[in-house]
């Protein structure tokens, strides 16, 4: 057997002893402290007390400060954006029966929660 071949036999174990190694030092820096509390309430006490920060405290989820929107806004914007592409065909192509246009435009209307037409479609 060629050197190169020995070490190579050798070297293939030790690097996936090393990424295992590496992915246990990863999970424990995550893990949980031992002393840290537990996530449920221990009585009535500790219920009354998350209630009342709660009512206190309702802009928790506050997320106006943030630079950029949440995938599902970006997503459902961008699904308006590509139905609101294909309304405006349907609205300029007069050869589309104009029932078949008020029933699409009515139905993208309950997906964008405003009144929709043709010239509304240009906001998009």
């Not at 928790?60 to 943030?66: K, L, M, S, V």
């Not at 950029?68 to 308006?80: G, I, S």
């Not at 139905?83 to 007069?94: D, F, G, I, S, T």
Request: contains cysteine; aromatic residues 8%.
């Amino acid at each position: 057997m060629a050197a190169w071949c020995r070490w190579l036999t050798v070297m293939i174990p030790c690097r996936t002893l090393a990424g295992l190694f590496g992915l246990l030092l990863a999970v424990a820096a995550h893990a949980q402290p031992v002393g840290a509390p537990a996530a449920a309430g221990n009585g009535a006490g500790a219920d009354a007390t998350g209630q009342a920060a709660t009512a206190d405290d309702r802009a928790w989820r506050d997320t106006a400060a943030y630079p950029f929107a949440a995938w599902a806004d970006t997503a459902l914007r961008l699904e308006l954006v590509a139905k609101a592409m294909q309304l405006r065909e349907y609205c300029a192509n007069r050869r589309v029966p104009d029932d078949f246009v008020r029933e699409r435009l009515r139905r993208f209307s309950a997906l964008s929660g405003r009144q929709e037409d043709c010239r509304s479609l240009l906001d998009y």
